[in-house]
């Protein structure tokens, strides 16, 4: 383990809470594209939901449809689906997978159903999604949970401890997160989500680990 590493293992473990400890839970996204290929549409029509897949994630929110993406953009509403479709709402997605040569493997986007459709939505099996239950995140809680899970430490420590350029559920639930109050510090100081990797990095230290 390097420096980099060493320190990112420390801070992780400062962290005071579990996901369990404030109040939520993570999920695989439950469509698995090629099982459900005769439900799926290239794009919305009547009687379909969005489905997101990581090709829709841009600067920590989600761009749908986005025209630079040849996967479905939707899937039909009906009863041979409704059990891979969860409630509008807000939510927190991460990618499962990235390139070796990618320079992140954890990615965060959140997804705002009022900012893209107000009915259910599938999550695409290449995705995780942080829940309430089942049911979407308070709108600023969303927001915060992904600044704080697109800060650079964070990345860094799953790099030291995990060999693979996958990120399952479960490693995402094994973490360490910050308290309810941490976040919330860190949404005042990032009022919005953006890309800016520096600005996230700046505050949220400050906000976590400043002494």
């Known amino acids: 383990m390097d420096d980099n590493g060493e ?7 400062r962290l005071p809470a579990s996901l369990a400890d404030i109040g939520f839970s993570v999920s695989t996204g439950r469509v698995v594209d090629f099982r459900a290929r005769n439900y799926l549409r290239p ?9 997101i897949y990581p090709a829709h994630f841009h600067k920590g929110s989600i761009k749908w449809p986005n ?8 899937i039909i509403v009906d009863r041979h ?14 990618r499962r997978f990235s390139a070796k040569e990618e320079r992140r493997r954890i990615v965060a986007a959140v997804y705002d159903a009022d900012c893209v459709s107000g009915g259910p939505v599938g999550f695409e099996n290449h995705l995780n999604y ?3 239950g089942g049911r979407g995140l308070p709108k600023d809680f969303a ?29 995402l639930q094994s973490l360490r997160y910050p308290s309810q109050e941490q976040l919330r510090a860190i949404a ?17 230290e400050k906000v976590l680990f400043a002494t």
């Open 7 to 13: 320190r990112a293992a420390e801070c992780m473990s």
């Open 43 to 51: 794009q919305p029509q009547r009687g379909t939901a969005p489905l």
């Open 67 to 74: 025209g630079q993406t040849c996967k479905p953009n939707a």
């Open 81 to 94: 689906t409704e059990d891979l479709l969860v409630p509008p709402g807000a939510y927190v997605l991460v």
């Open 130 to 132: 942080f829940h309430c």
């Open 143 to 171: 927001k915060r949970l992904c600044i704080f899970l697109n800060f650079t430490v964070v990345d860094t420590f799953f790099r030291q401890f995990s060999g693979h350029t996958q990120v399952n559920a479960l490693d």
């Open 188 to 204: 005042a100081k990032i009022p919005r989500l953006t890309d800016d990797q520096d600005a996230v990095d700046e505050v949220v």
